[in-house]
């Protein structure tokens, strides 16, 4: 069964440092990835997809995801926090078997970012 | 730009009356998601459509939960009666295809608070 395991459920960084948000997934097939944010009290906004093409995919804001196949990860990283970024950010990976675009979302990490 | 519209926005109920929330999704996207966030946790799907029809809803809580699609438009999803396990966020998602690399498009969301 697909499934996606956030490694943090708080980070908490300074403003202009970089983040790192982790993100393990166990699958048997190849996965499509995503990385979604929400700001409070919102839903959530597509930050980047990985679908098979490069392993390192670009996002909105400046965030950018690798997809390493060997650890099974696709962290999310960003070089300068900005206080804007202080959000819940989830890991999803699709449901390949089903195929039927259902989405498989972790547990969200919290990102704090101090002035 | 398109947006996935949601209403009410917040909703206050009592225990064991009935509340019911409106989606609608962004033109032309047939495949149309129905989500349960508890309070710090990820996101549970109740329910899938695509147009009118229910592709998933084992996740859905068919004695007091109802969705529907009619026209393959607009959905509504009902909860009666409601409980105090239910207080939530539901959010409402859509897509253009019924395909696992398709990212999913969120509406805001509607705060549902059961006393």
């Known amino acids: 069964a697909q499934s996606v395991t956030q490694l943090d459920s708080h980070v908490s960084v300074s403003e202009g440092t970089p983040v790192l948000l982790r993100c393990n997934y166990s699958?048997?097939?190849?996965?499509?990835l995503f990385w979604y944010v929400q700001h409070p009290n919102k839903g959530l906004q597509l930050l980047l997809k990985?679908?098979?093409?490069?392993?390192l995919v670009k996002g909105i804001n400046g965030f950018e995801a690798e997809f390493k196949k060997s650890e099974t990860s696709f962290h999310l990283t960003k070089p300068s926090a900005h206080m804007s970024d202080a959000a819940e950010y989830f890991c999803?990976?699709?449901?390949?078997?089903?195929?039927?675009?259902?989405?498989?979302f972790g547990q969200g990490t919290t990102l704090q970012v101090k002035p | 730009e398109a947006e996935v519209a949601q209403s009410p926005r917040y909703k206050i109920t009592e225990k064991s009356q009935a509340v019911a929330f409106w989606c609608d999704p962004i033109?032309?996207?047939?495949?149309l998601y129905w989500y349960r966030q508890i309070l710090g946790q990820g996101l549970e799907l109740l329910v899938q459509?695509?147009?009118?029809?229910?592709?998933?809803d084992s996740q859905l809580p068919k004695d007091r939960f109802s969705a529907e699609r009619l026209k393959g438009v607009d959905s509504t999803l009902k909860i009666q009666p409601a409980e105090l396990g239910d207080s939530a966020m539901y959010l409402c998602?859509?897509?253009?295809?019924?395909?696992?690399?398709?990212?999913?498009?969120f509406g805001p969301g509607t705060r549902l608070t059961v006393t």
């Open positions: 998602a859509s897509s253009p295809r019924l395909k696992s690399s398709y990212e999913q498009y």
């Open positions: 699958s048997s097939y190849s996965p499509s």
């Open positions: 990985y679908t098979s093409a490069a392993t």
């Open positions: 999803v990976v699709s449901d390949l078997p089903s195929n039927t675009g259902k989405l498989i």
């Open positions: 033109s032309g996207h047939a495949t």
């Open positions: 459509f695509q147009d009118e029809s229910v592709v998933d």
